[in-house]
């Protein structure tokens, strides 16, 4: 035990003399002043992106070469279950399908850009062939979907999004600082004879400085609030529009999760693929606690 503690009080006192040198010091506060510029650029500039996609897809939208207006009939669906929702200035919302090059393209089956949602009819025909669903389940599906995007509308999450990716960097940085006055206080006052404790701190604040390292946890945080905002918007779906359509988001989120297993087995590299949404199998659970709250509350499970 004595060779132990002997061993890591020369390691500590080595640690110390190294960072504390005269010609490493001067080094590391030199590469601290440019880490910081960059992590403070390199988040500027994902900002400026985002900025520029969102112009980009507002222009694009209002464009039909790429984006054309969907039938009547959609609309109507929209905007009547935009109602249900308490949605203000339902009248508002617009309504578009991709074209047939974008359709074919596109992965997803709808998304909601501001106030304007986005259905793939196509992605949701073919879909719907692939689960054997019926004229109305699949009516069923698609009420669920829409009510899907119109959650996000209604929350703002489109919005909210953006601002996520210039406030997450700050709640990163800040958040470490946070953190390391906090080691440092806690360190001070109950390992204060603790050379090993002290040195491992002194490395944790350098390490932890790397602009990568906080890049990384911005965007662990981005994505974590943005998984939220997906399972937000599924409840709002199931809860609004009833246990049919409850049902519906688990049959498509069951088929999915096959689908994708068979593909990708790795849970690991399924979550690099997709990091910004849940799993379709925590989706399934959670819905699956709705469905059993809405069948305690209608006793026999209808609308």
């Not at 959609?74 to 949605?87: C, G, L, M, P, S």
């Not at 990163?172 to 906090?182: M, P, Q």
Request: aromatic share 10%.
């Amino acid at each position: 035990m004595s060779g132990l503690i002997t061993t890591n009080n020369t390691t500590c006192q080595w640690l110390d003399k190294l960072f504390n040198s005269p010609k490493l010091s001067p080094k590391i506060s030199r590469y601290e002043k440019i880490n910081n510029r960059l992590f403070i650029g390199s988040n500027v500039l994902v900002s400026l992106i985002c900025l520029s996609r969102t112009l980009t897809t507002h222009k694009y939208l209002k464009n039909n070469k790429y984006f054309i207006d969907a039938p009547d009939k959609t609309v109507k669906q929209v905007r009547d279950i935009a109602n249900k929702f308490n949605i203000k200035n339902a009248k508002t919302i617009q309504v578009k399908k991709p074209n047939s090059f974008l359709s074919y393209i596109s992965q997803s089956l709808a998304c909601a850009y501001g106030r304007t949602v986005v259905i793939n009819r196509d992605k949701l025909d073919n879909l719907s062939r692939e689960m054997g669903l019926s004229f109305q389940e699949k009516r069923q599906l698609e009420r669920f979907i829409l009510g899907h995007e119109l959650t996000h509308i209604k929350n703002k999450d489109y919005y909210l999004g953006h601002l996520l990716h210039i406030i997450s960097p700050l709640i990163a940085h800040f958040g470490l600082k946070g953190l390391n006055t906090g080691l440092s206080k806690i360190a001070n006052y109950w390992f204060q004879n603790n050379p090993a404790i002290s040195s491992t701190l002194k490395m944790w604040k350098k390490i932890s400085n790397f602009f990568m390292i906080k890049n990384l946890i911005a965007m662990s945080f981005e994505n974590f609030i943005m998984r939220q905002q997906e399972y937000r918007a599924d409840r709002g779906s199931a809860e609004g529009l009833g246990i049919e359509a409850t049902r519906s988001g688990i049959r498509l989120f069951t088929f999915l999760d096959k689908k994708i297993n068979k593909n990708i087995p790795s849970k690991i590299l399924q979550r690099f693929i997709d990091p910004e949404h849940p799993s379709f199998r925590n989706r399934v659970k959670q819905l699956r606690k709705i469905e059993k709250k809405q069948l305690s509350t209608t006793g026999n499970g209808n609308e």
